[in-house]
């Protein structure tokens, strides 16, 4: 999410934090932890890399068209099962289980993002807040759905609650990495 703040008010910059905050628990923290499971250390930076290297070319735009595509792809396919995770741990990290999981069902998938959408929807469903809508994109103005249209509105005290739903979802994933860790090894023994 690169939104520009000039073009948001007060609540538009934390509506836009806020849902970097919920993109990154999956990007940087979930989808790391989920990929050192299954793969050990090679797995996690093999993601990571995966992930920056979206974040560099993977943009819609006539210089990266031609490679970015694939980083893209590649970052939707391996950001999977770790954006599920933090929908799933959103929900039950959240002050709104019931929320969340009704924003992920009814509203994710109209996220221009396969990965972000659940992520973003669940967060949005679990702080009881309205997310999506009109924002400024890589200088141009872009409409997305929004996401839990019941929520009030995003305020700046909503910043830290997020980082504090961030904050409960990585401790929750890192306990479930590393039970899966310890059973992957376990089978192997």
């Known amino acids: 999410m690169r939104a520009r703040p000039g073009a948001l008010d007060a609540d538009g910059i934390a509506r836009a934090v806020v849902e970097s905050v919920a993109e990154n628990t999956s990007d940087a923290v979930v989808g790391a932890l989920v990929w050192g499971a299954v793969g050990g250390v090679p797995g996690l930076v093999g993601f990571r890399a995966v992930n920056t290297l979206d974040a560099m070319v993977g943009h819609r735009s006539p210089r990266y068209l031609r490679y970015g595509w694939a980083s893209a792809r590649l970052d939707d396919v391996m950001g999977w099962p770790g954006a599920r995770l933090t929908a799933v741990l959103a929900a039950l990290a959240g002050h709104d289980p019931?929320?969340?999981?009704?924003?992920?069902?009814?509203?994710?998938?109209?996220?221009?993002?396969?990965?972000?959408?659940?992520?973003?929807?669940?967060?949005?469903?679990?702080?009881?807040?309205?997310?999506?809508?009109?924002?400024?994109?890589?200088?141009?103005?872009?409409?997305?759905?929004?996401?839990?249209?019941?929520?009030?509105?995003?305020?700046?005290?909503?910043?830290?609650?997020?980082?504090?739903?961030?904050?409960?979802?990585?401790?929750?994933?890192l306990g479930v990495a590393a039970a899966g860790r310890l059973w992957k090894r376990g089978g192997t023994s």
Request: net charge positive; glycine share 16%.
């Open 98 to 173: 019931r929320g969340a999981l009704r924003a992920w069902r009814s509203d994710a998938a109209r996220h221009p993002s396969p990965n972000a959408g659940p992520v973003e929807a669940s967060f949005a469903g679990a702080l009881g807040v309205r997310l999506g809508g009109t924002l400024s994109y890589g200088g141009r103005v872009e409409h997305r759905p929004v996401l839990n249209g019941g929520g009030r509105a995003v305020d700046s005290k909503d910043i830290e609650r997020a980082v504090r739903l961030s904050r409960r979802v990585g401790w929750l994933a």
